[in-house]
């Protein structure tokens, strides 16, 4: 491989030359520098991939529980030892804050969790008089985002492979360098060829081509909400199974009766987790009237703990982001608050003090924001939060749920029971009360942020088939 070129997809247990052409260029995110290129697949490719995936099928998906788990096991042990080398791939070409070791170590923690998973899942049931057999899908095709590469493709890999199904894997091609880094580890697990294939393309090229493919039973796409869509409509035509993990709006509730200092600490973490390049970023904090003018005191001084800047400073919490087009997009949302009539009470547009270069945003707090202006309502994916007052629960519940999304919530209060309720109240795939957090449960989207959940034996079912056998 040339220098700083990524010239190699994984295809049948083997990097292989794309037979597509097209370069495109990989950016240093904190300097905005080209930092290598990327030869991208295309739909030749793709066919070599799917064509692995179903030579891969019968042997592998005839597999017992304990060859999976080894598997898997093999596949933990080699993303950890490699997690350095993937983390400085995240660091140069995602300006992922070194700070967020969590990043990597969650690529880790995806085999851990689907090892746990496999072991306490049972295959067959019997219901009544019928046995219930859980049979692997087929070759599953994945989707991925750009925003925790390692992550996605780690966790499709660990639950397709639980499940019997081999898999392509389009990742984004944004990532090529976390991509190549993980691939790199994956392959030194030693699994059988085929069982998995990392096509790096672009999406209306390689992902369509995915998506489409007659000999791809069941798409998971992580991503935006309008691709989603399409991602829909194109696997329609062959009926496959699909799973959708999209965009989110998600509220955090602070109730009157929370602590304001951990409650708002809680809020901006939520809002800027992952340089707010996630699809859970608690984005709207829903505070009560009574307490709005304490609540912005308190967030206003917290804006510190928040630090924006070089991504390999410990002390940073904040990293660029990913693109120009992304930095763009995000000033655009800025300039949006304030025509409709938003008040910023911390930071705005335009780059932070002394950081010239790369795609650096100010973290920017809005007040008198109404749930009807766009920056409530549309997911903006930076680090742009929204103060929304409500006048009692049920307003706090009302305002919440009024969006097309229902990804993530967050509710923070000094009585549980009191949190719970409301949380049982809000159309959310997963309430978070008061910080609290559990790996295996499912995660995916009510409404517009998608279908079918990931994650433990909720992810592990999406790739299964049940066929019912009647005596
Ligand atoms: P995106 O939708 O632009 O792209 C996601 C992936 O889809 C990429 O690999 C892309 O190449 C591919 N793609 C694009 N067009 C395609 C097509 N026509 N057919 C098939 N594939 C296609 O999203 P992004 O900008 O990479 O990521 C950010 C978005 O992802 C945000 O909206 C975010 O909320 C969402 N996201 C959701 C979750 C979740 O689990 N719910 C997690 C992370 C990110």
Redesign the pocket.
């Known amino acids: 491989m040339q220098e700083n070129v990524i010239n190699k997809i994984y295809i049948d247990g083997e990097f292989v030359t794309p037979h597509g052409t097209e370069l495109a260029d990989l950016f240093n995110p904190a300097t905005g520098k080209v930092i290598g290129q990327v030869q991208l697949a295309d739909e030749v490719d793709t066919d070599a991939a799917v064509a692995a995936a179903k030579r891969a099928l019968p042997a592998w998906s005839a597999t017992s529980k304990e060859e999976r788990l080894d598997a898997l096991r093999r596949l933990q042990a080699a993303v950890a030892a490699r997690t350095s080398e993937i983390q400085e791939a995240v660091l140069l070409e995602y300006g992922g804050p070194v700070r967020n070791a969590w990043m990597v170590g969650s690529a880790v923690g995806a085999f851990a969790d689907m090892i746990t998973t496999l072991e306490g899942f049972d295959f067959t049931r019997q219901i009544g008089n019928a046995t219930v057999e859980l049979e692997p899908v087929g070759v599953a095709g994945v989707?991925?985002?750009?925003?925790?590469d390692p992550f996605?493709i780690s966790n499709n890999v660990a639950t397709a492979l639980a499940a019997g199904c081999t898999v392509v894997i389009?990742?984004?091609?944004?990532s090529a360098m976390q991509t190549y880094a993980l691939t790199r580890a994956l392959h030194e697990a030693g699994l059988p060829r085929g069982v998995f294939n990392i096509v790096t393309g672009?999406?209306?090229v390689?992902?369509?081509a995915?998506?489409r493919h007659p000999d791809i039973s069941k798409i998971t796409?992580?991503?935006?909400?309008?691709?989603?869509k399409?991602?829909l409509r194109?696997a329609a035509e062959t009926l496959k199974r699909v799973t959708l993990?999209?965009?989110?709006k998600s509220p955090s509730i602070i109730l009157d009766d929370a602590d304001l200092d951990q409650a708002v600490t809680g809020a901006l973490m939520a809002g800027f987790a992952n340089s707010s390049?996630?699809?859970?970023a608690g984005t709207r904090i829903l505070v009560p009237e009574s307490r709005l003018d304490e609540i912005i005191a308190v967030a206003t001084a917290k804006m510190a703990d928040f630090p924006v800047g070089d991504p390999s400073d410990p002390a940073t919490a904040i990293g660029p982001m990913v693109s120009e087009r992304q930095w763009e997009r995000v000033q655009g949302y800025i300039r949006r608050g304030v025509e409709e009539g938003a008040r910023i009470v911390a930071g705005g547009p335009g780059r932070p003090e002394g950081l010239a270069d790369g795609y650096f945003v100010r973290p920017t707090l809005f007040a008198d924001v109404t749930n009807d202006m766009t920056i409530a309502r549309e997911?903006i994916?930076g680090p742009v939060l929204s103060i929304l007052t409500y006048r009692d629960e049920d307003h706090a519940v009302e305002i919440a749920n009024d969006t097309d999304y229902g990804?993530h919530a967050y509710v923070f209060s000094s009585d549980p029971t009191r949190a719970h309720r409301i949380a049982s109240r809000l159309q959310a795939g997963r309430v978070a009360i008061n910080g609290g957090f559990e790996s295996l449960s499912p995660?995916?989207?009510f409404k517009q942020?998608?279908i079918g959940r990931?994650y433990g034996t909720f992810g592990l079912e999406e790739f299964l088939e049940a066929r019912s056998v009647m005596v």
């Open positions: 989707i991925t985002p750009w925003n925790s996605f389009k990742p984004s091609e944004m672009l999406g209306n390689v992902g369509s995915i998506t796409f992580t991503g935006s909400t309008p691709v989603g399409v991602i194109d993990e999209l965009g989110g390049q996630a699809c859970v997911e994916f990804l995660f995916g989207g942020s998608g990931e």
